[in-house]
């Protein structure tokens, strides 16, 4: 998922990065990344939070993901920060550029992800990376170590179909003894937080060459 964010985001940033004179061209890559990163991080945190039928909720088309949106919010707060501390760019212009592009990337994964044609992106592979889960597109997800619902393809749970039970207005608990979404939020939440958890002991001996967070995932793509 982060390096078809990633592109996804270069695409998408030409006014607010690409061709920005407040970011120098040779750290146009860097501040992609660092976008790349806001979001990832965000929806994982989100999760991490029990915050998934929020993030399903950004994923049903009914509206066009904004600021307004908590998680928005704090992604665009997030990448303000850090671009301020990074590009050493000023408050104003750091929230003029987070604020116009981060809803704008959002709009358009989820745009693609409503997209039966697309096959870069994927509910059940973006919650799979976000969780360390499966990430195979169309597949549903199976978290490591955990018991989770039999979908009736196989085992894991497939967040396309929530995602459209979401979209009719389902999801209601009818008490059949079946899992019920609440247990799957706990599930997903546990496994975001134990990936999160996880991270930064991964991510420590390469802070100082990459930047820090999840940057060194994306080395290769950011020349750094």
Do not use: R
């Not at 407040?22 to 806001?38: K, M, R, Y």
């Not at 609440?182 to 100082?208: E, H, N, R, Y």
């Amino acid at each position: 998922m982060l390096e078809q964010l990633f592109n996804l985001i270069q695409q998408e940033s030409e006014h607010e990065i690409i061709s920005n004179p407040v970011i120098p061209n040779d750290h146009n890559n860097q501040a992609v990344g660092l976008a790349t990163e806001s979001i990832f991080n965000g929806l994982q945190g989100a999760l991490a939070n029990g915050g998934l039928k929020d993030v399903l909720g950004m994923f049903t088309g009914s509206s066009a993901p904004s600021t307004n949106n908590p998680i928005v919010g704090g992604i665009v707060n997030n990448m303000v920060g850090g671009l301020m501390k990074k590009f050493g760019i000023d408050s104003p212009a750091a929230t003029s550029i987070a604020a116009s592009l981060i809803p704008k990337v959002l709009a358009s994964v989820v745009g693609k992800t409503n997209d039966p044609t697309n096959k870069n992106f994927d509910i059940n592979g973006i919650i799979g990376a976000l969780t360390g889960g499966s990430t195979q597109q169309g597949s549903p997800v199976q978290f490591p170590g955990t018991q989770q619902p039999q979908a009736p393809s196989g085992s894991g749970v497939d967040f396309g179909g929530i995602l459209k039970s979401i979209t009719s207005g389902g999801l209601d608990a009818n008490n059949d003894g079946k899992m019920g979404l609440d247990d799957i939020i706990g599930m997903v939440s546990k496994a975001a937080s134990g990936v999160q958890q996880q991270q930064p002991q991964q991510q420590q001996p390469q802070q100082q060459q990459s930047g820090g967070g999840m940057l060194h995932m994306l080395k290769g793509l950011i020349g750094g």
